[in-house]
Each structure stands twice: as structure tokens, then as C-alpha cells.
């Protein structure tokens, strides 16, 4: 492998995030600085998509998500949230009739929040906010919003459902927490993407890096959102970077949450090898993202089909079962990347 310096992962939640703590592990092994961690330099541009205003706070549930876990202080049981949280304040909130009884903010994970809104109301941008917070949590890597301004993931739903008619937008976060994507859905809407411009930092990190990663998250609703940014698609699409993907589909199921109800509303089949079409083949007519896609070994039968479409494809072992499992299939998306 050529030597690395740079490497750059476009990233959503659960997924994006373990996958990152796993290439992190790698990379700490792999191009030791001799002070514990990694001469090579990661940038993480997080989806912001999710982001909402709730009881007067700013919350960025992907951003904590991804800090939280290369911090430390993720709760590993749900993927999401601090660990050893307690709910008191939630629960008088709700005792006001207020916030959402189906999104319920934990008392540690509310002090991010409330430090956060303090920072952006004294007039910080969301890169300056999240770096602050970082400083505390020192997640080995350099996190950076898709964007400063705010950009909403909205769900145009498609059957009435308690006080929505068919047709309402409603914010992806409820549609995905409290429907469990079990509502019908018709199409997802960015609000505010207009208007919305890459932060600083994510256009260079994406044209300057030696590899660029989309990791196992959800390729519509988070790596899509990214994408959706202007000018970030075409970053990705003229940088010199090997790009390659991992694949967050498994035998023809989501590897975690419901990515398969977000594929099927754009009309991409639930599979490895659809998901990876979906991003298509960065050097063709049809100016696609990746160079390379990792397959789970269940879907081995997908690599020469992806060969043909222009994408050169590995079956590996997928599972993120643990911090070394996922180091592993890091090192398997740099081989690739430099094949």
C-alpha cells in the first residue's frame, strides 16, 4: 500500500461512527506515531440532516453520535446517547406537556445541547461549535458539519397517520423514531439545501485526501444527504482519491435501523450490489462516486457484477461485532482503495 496521510469518511450515525473508531484502530496500528495514536490525518464530515430545534435546544444527533464514540462516551448498547444516562429533566418536560414523548434527551446528553445552543446564539457557526465541544472529547479525528447552515431531512408521507394528513412533511427524525419508518413515504425533502453551502473544510478534505470513505450508513438519508450539498457530489466525483464504499447491506437486509424503507421510497433495491450501482462507478459515462465497494462474503455473488458496471468489488467480512472485527474491514476498504 502507498503511504497514506489523509484519509476522509463521509459519515451518518451508528454506522458511520464505528466504522470511523474501527479505521481509527487500524490506522493506530498500521502508521503508529509513537505517542499512541496515528500519524495519519482522518476527517470526518458529518451528516446534519437530522438536526432539530427541540425544548429551545439545538441538537445534532449525528455529530454527538460520532463524537460521542471516538470520545469515549457513547452508551454501546444503543449506538446513540451517553453512557449511564438518566431522563429526569425529559420526564418534567414532559410533565409540562412539552418535547416529544418518542425522543426523549438524556440529562448528560442535554449539557451538550444546552452548550452547544449557547455557543451558535452568541454568534459561533456550527463548525466552530462542534470543534469546541470536541475539545472535550478528543476523538482522535477532525469533525466537521456537512454544512453550517441548517439543512432539515423531511418525509412526505403517503397515508394519514395521528394528527399528519396524507401528504404532510414531517421531520425525518419522527418518521424514523417514533413510526419506525413503518409509515408510507414518497420522497424525502431537504429544506434549506438551497441556501446551504459546505463548511469549511469539507470541500479540501475531500479533494486533498489520499482515500475518501463511505462507510456503512445510510446511503439516502445520510451519506445521500451529504452528497446532496453543493458541491460536495462533485468533490468526491473530481478527486484524486481512491473512493470506495462498504456496503451497509447484508443478504438483503440493513445491517441496522431501516435504510431498506429509505431505499425502496428512491426505488433502489435492498442489496449490496444495488446500493453500490445506487453510488455507481466514479470513472464512467455515468459519473458515478466509488471506485471500490466492500461486499459482505454472504454477497460474494455481487462482485463480478459490479466489476462489470466499472467498480472493482471485495468480499470480506462486514459484521462491526467489535472494535478489532471492524479494524479489519477498515484495512480491507484501504486495500481496496489502493489496489
Known amino acids: 500500500m502507498s503511504e497514506l496521510q489523509r484519509v476522509t469518511v463521509l459519515a451518518g450515525g451508528v454506522g458511520g461512527a464505528r466504522f470511523t473508531r474501527g479505521l481509527l484502530a487500524h490506522l493506530e496500528d498500521a502508521y503508529p506515531d ?38 469515549g462516551g457513547i452508551s454501546e448498547e444503543q449506538g446513540w446517547g451517553r453512557d449511564d444516562e438518566s431522563r429526569r429533566v425529559s420526564g418534567e418536560i414532559a410533565a409540562y406537556g412539552r418535547g ?40 482522535a479525528a477532525r469533525l466537521l458539519p456537512m454544512s453550517d447552515q441548517p439543512v432539515e431531512t423531511q418525509v412526505r408521507v403517503g397515508e394519514a397517520v395521528d394528527e ?31 441556501q ?23 446511503p439516502v438519508v445520510s451519506v445521500g444527504t451529504i452528497l446532496n450539498v453543493p458541491g460536495i457530489r462533485d468533490a ?21 435501523g431501516m435504510a431498506d424503507a429509505c431505499l425502496t421510497v428512491i426505488g433502489v433495491e435492498t442489496s449490496a450490489q444495488g446500493v453500490g450501482l445506487h453510488y455507481g462507478a466514479r470513472r464512467t459515462k455515468s459519473a458515478g462516486l466509488i471506485d471500490g ?10 462482485v463480478p457484477h459490479l466489476a462489470e458496471a ?20 477498515a484495512a480491507d476498504a484501504l486495500e481496496l482503495a489502493f489496489e
Open 164 to 194: 399528519h394528513p396524507a401528504g404532510a412533511l414531517i421531520h425525518f427524525e419522527e418518521w424514523w423514531v417514533r413510526y419506525r419508518a413503518h409509515v408510507p413515504a414518497t420522497e424525502f425533502v431537504q429544506r434549506g439545501l438551497e
Open 34 to 71: 509513537g505517542t499512541g495514536g496515528s500519524r495519519v490525518a482522518v476527517t470526518v464530515v458529518v451528516n446534519t440532516g437530522d438536526d432539530m430545534t427541540l425544548n429551545g435546544l439545538r441538537v445534532c444527533p449525528d455529530l454527538d453520535t460520532v463524537m460521542y464514540t471516538l470520545g
Open 236 to 256: 468526491v466525483r473530481q478527486t484524486a482519491a481512491h473512493v470506495v464504499g462498504v456496503s451497509p447491506i447484508i443478504g438483503g437486509a440493513a445491517v441496522r
Open 293 to 302: 465497494w466492500l461486499v459482505d462474503e454472504t454477497d460474494a455473488d455481487a
Open 196 to 218: 446551504a453551502t459546505a463548511a469549511p473544510g469539507v470541500i479540501e478534505a475531500i479533494l486533498d485526501a489520499d482515500v475518501v470513505i463511505l462507510p456503512p450508513s445510510n
Open 100 to 139: 416529544w414523548d418518542w425522543f426523549t434527551l438524556g440529562d448528560l446528553d442535554l449539557g451538550t445541547h444546552i452548550v452547544r445552543t449557547e455557543l451558535l446564539r452568541d454568534g459561533a457557526t456550527l463548525s466552530e461549535a462542534t470543534e469546541y465541544l470536541c475539545r472535550r472529547w478528543k476523538p
Open 310 to 329: 466499472g467498480i472493482r468489488a471485495r468480499a470480506v467480512p462486514l459484521w462491526m461485532r467489535d472494535v478489532p472485527a471492524t479494524a479489519r474491514m
